[in-house]
Nanobody, 127 residues
Framework: QVHLVESGGGLVQPGGSLTLSCVAS????????VGWFRQAPGKEREFVGA?????????HYADSVKGRFTISRDNAKNTVTLQMNRLNPEDTALYYC???????????????????WGQGTQVTVSS
């Protein structure tokens, strides 16, 4: 069982930056793949990025955020962060972190592959 708590959301101007954190419970956290997803009003939840677990620690990003967003992982602190730079209004959404085990590469971008979800943190990009 993994319990996830996101934090760090807020209101930011276009071009600004925010860092989201996802803190997890559980001693086997390092084995889990952790993904970030977002959902804007009236839209489906979409993949933002993910970091694989079990020592692989490979990083994957949606094309829409590649080069602007960076995921980092600290297994000692059971924390995964999402650094978001050059934010634009299209990045406005409720951001979720999620965790799952044994997620194959081809399923990383699929929300149903993740068993555990946080409650979400709101990011609003507006002037």
């Amino acid at each position: 069982q993994v319990h996830l708590v996101e934090s760090g959301g807020g209101l930011v101007q276009p071009g600004g930056s925010l860092t989201l954190s996802c803190v997890a419970s559980g001693r086997t956290f390092r084995q889990y793949t952790v993904g970030w997803f977002r959902q804007a009003p009236g839209k489906e939840r979409e993949f933002v990025g993910a970091v694989r677990g079990s020592g692989g620690n490979t990083y994957h990003y949606a094309d829409s955020v590649k080069g602007r967003f960076t995921i980092s992982r600290d297994n000692a602190k059971n924390t995964v962060t999402l650094q978001m730079n050059r934010l634009n209004p299209e990045d406005t959404a409720l951001y979720y972190c999620a965790a799952g085990s044994s997620i194959i590469l081809g399923m990383l971008r699929t929300d149903s592959a993740y068993a555990y979800w946080g409650q979400g943190t709101q990011v609003t990009v507006s002037s």
